[in-house]
């Protein structure tokens, strides 16, 4: 008897951007323990040529909120501008998924306790 793989971790991109194709290149390149399944982006037309490269079966969304609504995901990847990237991982941490930060995680001190906070809120 051989123990069948688990499956893959479910995977979303939010901001398709320069920095998201080396996310999304990570991604790839650990398949197939990760997959790559939704993407949001405010431009839809780059949200699609993005999932396209990437993972063509990944469903495209235009908003976090739209994303974390329609998909089951295990791990959300923000890459988007940094004034972005608290209110991202909080609304994600919120909605019970985990979230990896592109760097910097906050601008300011106060930014990195509130998401903090809610990390252990959510643990």
Do not use: N, W, Y
Not at 14 to 42: C, E, F, S, W
């Amino acid at each position: 008897m051989t123990d069948a793989a688990p499956p893959p971790i479910r995977a979303a991109i939010v901001g398709t951007g320069a920095i998201a194709h080396a996310h999304a290149q990570a991604i790839a390149d650990l398949a197939p323990r990760i997959a790559l399944v939704a993407v949001a982006d405010v431009d839809p037309d780059r949200a699609r040529e993005f999932a396209d490269r990437f993972a063509t079966s990944a469903a495209v969304h235009p908003s976090l909120g739209a994303l974390l609504a329609a998909e089951s995901v295990d791990l959300v990847h923000v890459c988007t501008p940094p004034q972005t990237h608290v209110p991202l991982a909080i609304e994600s941490l919120r909605a019970g998924v985990p979230v990896l930060v592109e760097k910097p995680t906050a601008l300011s001190l106060a930014e990195m306790d509130e998401l903090v906070a809610v990390s252990r809120e959510r643990s």
